[in-house]
């Protein structure tokens, strides 16, 4: 095999897995690896790539069959979605009465590991969204890890869910906390890929800096 064709093997892997990590749960919330026919996806994602489609697949009763697929996976996710928030509601309830959990009037709660120094983020110093220098793991309640920073990363703190933003808006530089973030200062309903609709969210983050 040329060096040419194992490029094409290994992106072609790489785009077929943002698709069915990323970029089809975000389009098709509720859709499982069981619902996709693997070579029927391959060429649909070729023949969309040339602008040809193969007619004697998509017959007569493809606007039957789209509207029976997106109910079935609408139904999946308000399921999903449901019992997500509940789980949520729980861990965050029995969360709460830990010594050393603080719950603020969002519903925020947050346990400070290291304390930090005593400067935190002020508008007049920052202003209203400035960059903010971080490490962070994220994990859903049941304790799987959906991201993390290998290193610091930097992004605007207003670009980010509202938990997020409140916990760097109000940890000092240099503390780590583990913050849980109630699925209405999240993603709500829109949680993508192994996220999921309405889940609560658990992050240990460490603000390393704040820059105007």
């Known amino acids: ?33 069981g619902d996709i026919v693997g070579d029927k996806l391959s060429k649909g994602v070729a023949d969309g790539l040339a602008g040809d489609m193969d007619l004697s697949i998509v017959n007569e009763k493809v606007q039957q069959y789209q509207q029976e697929f997106i109910a079935m996976l609408r139904k999946r996710a308000e399921a999903r979605g449901s019992a997500n928030l509940e789980l949520g509601r729980k861990y965050m309830e029995e969360n709460g009465k830990k010594a050393g959990v603080v719950t603020t009037a969002s519903g925020l709660q947050y346990e400070v590991l290291t304390p930090g120094g005593c400067e935190k983020y002020s508008e007049e110093v920052y202003g209203k969204a400035p960059t903010a220098k971080v490490m962070y793991k994220g994990t859903l309640v049941d304790g799987t890890v959906f991201d993390q920073s290998p290193q610091p990363v930097e992004f605007n703190i207003r670009q980010v869910i509202p938990g997020f933003t409140e916990a760097l808006t109000t940890m000092p530089i240099g503390a780590k906390w583990r913050v849980t973030i109630p699925s209405n200062l999240a993603y709500g309903a829109n949680g993508p890929g192994s996220i999921g609709p309405n889940s609560t969210l658990i992050f240990e983050m460490e603000l390393l800096g704040l820059t105007k």
Request: aromatic share 6%.
């Open 1 to 33: 095999m040329s060096e040419q064709d194992l490029m094409k093997e290994v992106m072609s892997y790489l785009v077929g897995y943002r698709l069915g990590t990323q970029i089809l749960p975000q389009m098709l919330p509720g859709i499982e690896a």
